[in-house]
């Protein structure tokens, strides 16, 4: 997809700028996904197929959009404050021609105390990252939570005072499915600096806000309340618990219709989901089963020690490659899409293994980019499986029909019901049969 795909793109990010983290920018893209899928908040535009996002904050990487539009098809704006940001975000985008007509780099321009919106993000915000020194070198990722040893502050009274961050950038008449934020998480930088797991090399535009994390997001609850239904879905990435409790409480005198909340684990990182709408909960009939079967996910808990999710998303291509379906794995992004004829589905059902040569013709990992699409035929069963760390010994398993309409998508159900059984007997032992 986009990343170190070339020489070239090794320096995709300028010296001193936070470099993100791609797993943890997935599982954020991936919990979207799920909300704009849902029937739960109607669409804004019936007419519309291509599901359109705002960026926050994109930064020089613009990581959201690019891999929001390389994995999904969707459409972005993404905004920000400072010249480095906009110029890096417009060089990458440019770098991958693929998606570069999905992607508009927003600039936001401060003058005499107001803001004029040019046509190319407000910041790259949040900590937490890892950050690109000056030799080259990727330093540590940060954690959110505190350690023993000291205490952030955490005001939750400060107001925001920065630059606009929806209103005023948003143009009047413009229509999102939602919002993304990874905010700036520090009040300063001396206080970014009391973490000693914190990466503190970023610039003070990424990592910090008067007020932190707290002020910002109210912020974009506050214009939200004025933009109210121009998103379908605002929302947020937030990095204490303590602040995301006060955040919903706050969502909720707004007078919100709807607020979801996740968790995203990746490694030894925490952070929550917050997301909130003002659009009326759909009152039409949904038939649960048409979601069921084209989402499926279960929970693999009690994992050995010496298993993790690269050995779960490997053992998913090899089960189904050996049935003779298509596989492309991205390790980056911890997906396999697979493509499965109907022979080839009956096959995994009957358990009746096809054992191919090395020359057969599916997709391994070493072929395959980023950004490479499946090809989807009616007459098979096109898939994607993701692989989460919810907490440590226990993973998230997520199936995606990427094409209702197929004459086999029936099958799709138990091919995930015949996944699970493998993968538990497999992964973990001590649970096997306990279901």
Known sequence: MILFMSSESARWIPDGQLCPTVPNRSNYIHWIQDLVSSDIIPKNNT?????????????TNCIYPLLGASLLGWSFVGSDVTDIAVDWAERNVKSNPHVAELIEIRRVQCCHGTLSVEGSHCRES????????????????????PSPSFTLKTDLNRNYSGPPVLLGVVRDGEKFDFCMCNPPFFDSMEEAGLNPKTSCGGTPEEMVCPGGENAFISRIIEDSVVLKETFRWYTSMVGRKIILKFLTSKLREMGVTVVKTTEFVQGQTCRWGLAWSFVPPARKIVFPHATEKSNLSFTLEGLQRQFGAIHVLQSIESFFRTFGASC?????????????????????????????KEDASFNTMENISCGSSPHFSLNSLSFQISVFQQIPGTLLVKASLQLRDSTVSGMFSLMVQQLEEILRHKFCKSKAGSN
């Open 328 to 356: 492309v794995m991205n390790t980056c992004l911890f997906t396999v899409n697979i493509t499965a004829s109907y022979d080839q589905c009956n096959a995994v059902l009957k358990n009746e293994a096809t054992y191919l």
């Open 126 to 145: 949040g900590n937490g990252e890892s950050k690109v020194d000056k030799s080259g070198s990727v330093t540590d990722e940060a954690k959110p939570s």
């Open 47 to 59: 007419n519309e197929k291509i599901v359109r996002g705002f960026d926050i904050g994109t930064g």
